[in-house]
């Protein structure tokens, strides 16, 4: 039940975009179309972002999409504004037997 | 406006036992699947349980099958998550969260930390 992999951090300046990679396995994000992504600033509870990889809750900005290669799902942040700065994680169903898994986290830093 | 909101935490011995709970509000609760998920300080998120809307099926993550026990009462629109024979590594920030249906989290309460130290 590994975790999927994130970058530590990544960084941008406002109005630059930056992509969150998140890497599993052929038995997570290779093979489910069920990656959600959720944003958490420091102290809060994680809030929704992405969905079924690329799908937008309703009040989410669309400068946040997201999308899936093989065993890699990414988040991209177009127009990066400074409320934009906090932890990004994603999530992928992995099936009956481990169910879900988390990615290690992204910090994201606005310049 | 839904609304989770969890309870039940504090500081707990090791092999101490400790009961949280999450109350819904805002949508019918009873149709909705739950889950809990936790945060040790200072690290990301980990999933911890699974249970259906009615009750009937229920996952755990190999961390803590055999010491947890989720549960629910519809009747009650609450949520439980019964924690026995705690360990240091369980100490963690403990968030409900309502499954969207779609093997996603769309709604998440603020929270309830549990700390585990002798």
């Given at each position: 039940?590994?975790?999927?992999?994130?970058?530590?951090?990544?960084?941008?300046?406002?109005?630059?975009?930056?992509?969150?990679?998140?890497?599993?396995?052929?038995?997570?994000?290779?093979?489910?179309?069920?990656?959600?992504?959720?944003?958490?600033?420091?102290?809060?509870?994680p809030?929704?972002?992405?969905?079924?990889v690329s799908?937008?809750?309703?009040?989410?900005?669309?400068?946040?999409?997201?999308?899936?290669?093989?065993?890699?799902?990414?988040?991209?942040?177009?127009?990066?504004?400074?409320?934009?700065?906090?932890?990004?994680?994603?999530?992928?169903?992995?099936?009956?037997?481990?169910?879900?898994?988390?990615?290690?986290?992204?910090?994201?830093?606005?310049? | 406006?839904?609304?989770?909101?969890?309870?039940?935490?504090g500081?707990?011995?090791?092999?101490?036992?400790?009961?949280?709970?999450?109350?819904?509000?805002?949508?019918?609760?009873g149709?909705?699947?739950?889950?809990?998920v936790?945060?040790?300080?200072?690290?990301?998120?980990?999933?911890?349980?699974?249970?259906?809307?009615?009750?009937s099926?229920?996952?755990?993550?190999?961390?803590?099958?055999?010491?947890?026990?989720?549960?629910?009462?519809?009747?009650?629109?609450?949520?439980?998550?019964?924690?026995?024979?705690?360990?240091?590594?369980d100490?963690?920030?403990?968030?409900?969260?309502?499954?969207?249906?779609?093997?996603?989290?769309?709604?998440?309460?603020?929270?309830?930390?549990?700390?585990?130290?002798?």
């Open positions: 039940q590994s975790a999927l992999t994130q970058p530590r951090s990544v960084s941008g300046s406002p109005g630059q975009s930056v992509t969150v990679s998140c890497t599993g396995t052929s038995s997570d994000v290779g093979v489910y179309n069920y990656v959600s992504w959720y944003q958490q600033h420091p102290g809060k509870a809030k929704l972002m992405i969905y079924d799908k937008r809750p309703s009040g989410v900005p669309d400068r946040f999409s997201g999308s899936k290669s093989g065993n890699t799902a990414s988040l991209t942040i177009s127009g990066l504004q400074a409320e934009d700065e906090a932890d990004y994680y994603c999530c992928s169903y992995a099936g009956s037997y481990t169910f879900y898994v988390f990615g290690t986290g992204t910090k994201v830093t606005v310049l | 406006e839904v609304q989770l909101v969890e309870s039940g935490g500081l707990v011995q090791p092999g101490g036992s400790l009961r949280l709970s999450c109350a819904a509000s805002g949508f019918t609760f149709s909705y699947d739950m889950t809990w936790r945060q040790a300080p200072g690290k990301g998120l980990e999933w911890v349980s699974y249970i259906s809307g009615g009750g099926t229920i996952y755990y993550a190999d961390s803590v099958k055999g010491r947890f026990s989720i549960s629910r009462d519809n009747a009650k629109n609450s949520l439980f998550l019964q924690m026995n024979s705690l360990r240091a590594e100490t963690a920030v403990y968030y409900c969260a309502r499954e969207s249906g779609s093997w996603y989290f769309d709604d998440w309460g603020q929270g309830t930390l549990v700390t585990v130290c002798s």
